[in-house]
């Protein structure tokens, strides 16, 4: 056993770091957390300073011991988890467990930081030292207890009033406010017309049009013109007018690169521009930070990608600006460096952003070596790099009045390019943008008559504004201070796997439930799920990182309001949080009707429920009359004997009893279809077919409650060649066509059967 140990969280990193440190040290990896909160109440003692109980993780206990045998033979032990505050975290975990197991006497113990993984960053951490920053670890300790605290004191209230299985978060809720908060705005939002006068006309063969800006010497508002009628009357005032030239003007316009990417910025773009989720990207990432075999052995091929500084190293610019010199013209390098500012609140400075290890590793050079998901988002990531030390793009902007009798105005914009610059090699996408006129002008001169081709209005309407995606998400967060990068991707992944969100056409959707728990929280816990609140909070994170502030206090502060909130909420009715009365009456009973929430999501009852059953759809026509249930002949109810009869829900339909409300017995119209393939939890029942109360199919266990194991993909009973796992899915996509993917997260992997149409599989 080598005399030095070195500590890192993944096997991956741990096998590119062994390739550069040699046989003087042994490198292991904690496979991640090691310790964390015991999972019951009273895990944070409120009463003791919010002293915390925790506990070895089960999954991770194996490389636990496997350290602690690796401690007691080395003489140097150096802690070398990620450079953030969850790292410095998992670091001082570490200690603490060998110092429980008395492991650390006469022993040398030590953090080390790198940024990236390279031969260079790594033996020069290790030669420089330091002590764990314990203003890190209380910061994220506070962080833990923050959402420790939320959640149990929380979630089993949205148990008890809305339905079970609920969760709510720190950082999760807000994030739910915005997209529900959108869909209200959405809902509420009433179209306006209005329309736009255009002028089509030519000169030479080059055709133009321009659009009316000012009509009878006044400039037009949006909705001046606003009906046919008015546009028709605009037309005739304009008709049989001659068209004259009244103002040309040229200048030049320079736009800036973008800064090299952040940690979200990276996760925006991806989403834009690949079509990666957050989830997807950070994977990719990370797995680019670790290190890919390119042919040498494992290479750390990014910086470290939790980050929110945008600066680089002057190694990094000295390189990136030589790269520049040797391969783009002389105008494309500037004459000093490009400097970045940070736009975020208390950025790492110290850190750098997001770059490749070393830009004369192209992705060209390395695309045979990386998945799809890797070489997309490591093409991103060198583009963005390199264009940000070039030379801005320049373009001859030309805009061109003209006036069709007295005092109405058109006006025709155009831009060339005139030099590409930085555009050459990257340009950044933006959510929802509006194209730019690069409409191509001919020469055009004060005082030159032009021919009328055409005089057309066009007719518009207003539109709401857009549900957000992921990217936009992930801009809005950022903008409000709600959590920070590293959190972004489990946030949205905790609202899709909770069924508050829906994704349709990559925009983020609230589901019922979702509604109906934000409700619960904007109405009872506001302080909580107030957007300044809440970047407040984060803020005192940081300052507490920083050393500026003591942990203890922020969180006295913060559960003395939000036990006395909790207390005060117990008492609420599930009535008062599910129900919503309705300005209409029981076309049965005649009492009032109300929206409620169900097992399947809200729809219309009656408040004299039970003894009154009217219910409707949500978006049922109040004035349809409902039809009677028709029986099933030959099927009875195997809870009380009834007549199964057939119904109508809001997913559908399906079977049940005509006793309700005093029997509840439903089951699905047609039986689950059996796939005939072995749980690989169990190993005792079989992956059956069925719905999510969404419509969405997946595969389960079929001896659900007792297993629990479920997937999206359709399973096939082919063992992992990766990592073993007895059951492999088909999953399809546009991108990437039908593949063999192994289900197992942490695994990742894929064997393409059948490739995207269009494309010739390798090979």
């Known amino acids: 056993m080598a005399a030095n140990l070195l500590i890192v969280e993944s096997p991956a990193k741990a096998k590119t770091i062994k390739k550069y440190l040699g046989n003087e040290f042994e490198v292991l990896a904690s496979y991640g957390h090691v310790r964390g909160l015991v999972r019951k109440d009273g895990s944070v003692d409120v009463d003791n300073d919010f002293a915390m109980k925790y506990q070895v993780i089960a999954k991770n206990s194996k490389h636990v011991d496997a350290i602690a045998k690796a401690v007691k033979e080395a003489d140097n032990i150096f802690l070398a988890t990620d450079p953030d505050r969850e790292g410095e975290a998992i670091s001082w975990h570490i200690l603490e467990i060998l110092k429980g197991k008395r492991l650390t006497v006469n022993k040398q113990i030590k953090r080390v930081v790198f940024h990236e993984i390279t031969q260079t960053a790594i033996k020069d951490a290790v030669a420089h030292p330091r002590d764990i920053a314990f203003d890190l670890v209380n910061a994220q300790q506070a962080r833990s207890a923050l959402d420790y605290l939320v959640g149990f004191n929380l979630s089993p209230l949205l148990w008890r009033k809305i339905r079970q299985g609920l969760s709510a978060g720190r950082v999760q809720s807000p994030a739910l406010r915005l997209i529900c908060e959108r869909e209200n705005e959405i809902r509420a939002f009433e179209s306006q017309e209005y329309w736009s006068v255009h002028l089509d006309s030519h000169k030479g063969r080059t055709k133009f049009s321009a659009k009316l800006f000012q009509l009878a010497g006044k400039k037009l508002d949006q909705f001046d013109i606003n009906s046919a009628a008015i546009n028709e009357e605009v037309l005739a005032k304009l008709a049989n007018q001659s068209a004259v030239v009244t103002q040309v003007e040229k200048k030049r316009k320079s736009r800036s690169p973008a800064a090299p990417f952040t940690t979200s910025t990276m996760l925006q773009e991806a989403g834009r521009k690949l079509g990666l989720t957050a989830d997807r990207t950070t ?225 983020l959707t609230p589901t019922d439930t979702g509604e109906v728990v934000n409700k619960f929280l904007t109405e009872h816990f506001t302080q909580y799920v107030d957007y300044n609140f809440t970047a407040k909070l984060e803020d005192k994170l940081d300052e507490i990182s920083n050393g500026d502030r003591d942990w203890v206090p922020v969180m006295q502060e913060f559960w003395k309001g939000f036990h006395k909130q909790v207390e005060e909420k117990k008492n609420l009715t599930r009535a008062e949080v599910t129900h919503e009365a309705l300005d209409e009456n029981c076309p049965k009973c005649g009492k009032q009707l109300s929206i409620r929430f169900g097992k399947r999501g809200r729809f219309v009852g009656c408040s004299a429920y039970p003894e009154c059953d009217y219910t409707r759809s949500l978006n049922a026509d109040p004035n349809e009359v409902p039809e009677d249930p028709v029986e099933v002949e030959g099927r009875e109810c195997p809870k009380c004997g009834g007549p199964l009869v057939l119904k109508s829900g809001q997913y559908g339909k399906f079977l049940g009893c005509k006793n309700y409300p005093t029997c509840k017995h439903i089951e699905p119209l047609e039986k689950p279809k059996d796939t005939g393939v072995t749980c690989p939890e169990c190993n005792k029942g079989t992956l059956i077919e069925r719905k999510s109360r969404y419509g969405k199919l997946f595969y389960s266990c079929n001896t659900y409650p007792a297993c629990k194991y479920a997937t999206w993909n359709p399973p096939i009973a082919e063992s992992c060649p990766q990592c073993n796992w007895p059951v492999l899915t088909i999953k399809t996509t546009k991108r990437r066509g039908t593949e063999k993917v192994c289900p197992q997260k942490e695994c990742g992997y894929a064997e393409v059967i059948e490739p995207p149409e269009g494309k010739e599989p390798k090979g």
């Open 283 to 507: 994977r990719a990432a990370q797995q680019l930070y670790e290190g890919i075999d390119i042919g040498q052995g494992p290479v750390g091929l990014i910086t470290y990608m939790r980050t929110d500084s945008v600066t680089l190293s002057n190694e990094a610019v000295e390189e990136i600006r030589h790269y520049i010199g040797k391969n783009f013209d002389a105008e494309s390098l500037p004459k000093a460096p490009v400097q970045y500012k940070s736009k975020a609140k208390n950025a790492q400075e110290a850190h750098e952003a997001i770059r490749p290890t070393s830009v004369f590793r192209t992705p060209e050079a390395v695309k045979g070596f990386l998945s799809p998901d890797q070489f997309k988002l490591y093409e991103m990531i060198w583009k963005r790099t390199i264009s940000s030390q070039m030379a801005p793009a320049k373009f001859d902007v030309t805009s061109v009045d003209i006036e069709v009798g007295a005092g109405n105005l058109f006006r025709a914009s155009g831009q060339i390019l005139a030099f590409a610059g930085f555009m050459s090699v990257y340009l950044e996408d933006e959510d929802d943008a509006e194209d730019e006129d690069n409409a191509k002008l001919p020469p055009l001169e004060q005082g030159d008559q032009l021919p009328i081709d055409k005089l057309y209005g066009d007719q518009h309407f207003t539109q709401p504004p857009p549900r957000f995606t992921e990217a936009s998400l992930i801009k809005a967060l950022e903008e409000f201070g709600i959590g920070r990068p590293s959190t972004y991707p489990s946030i949205i992944t905790t609202l899709k796997d909770r069924e508050y969100v829906l994704v349709d056409k990559k925009r």
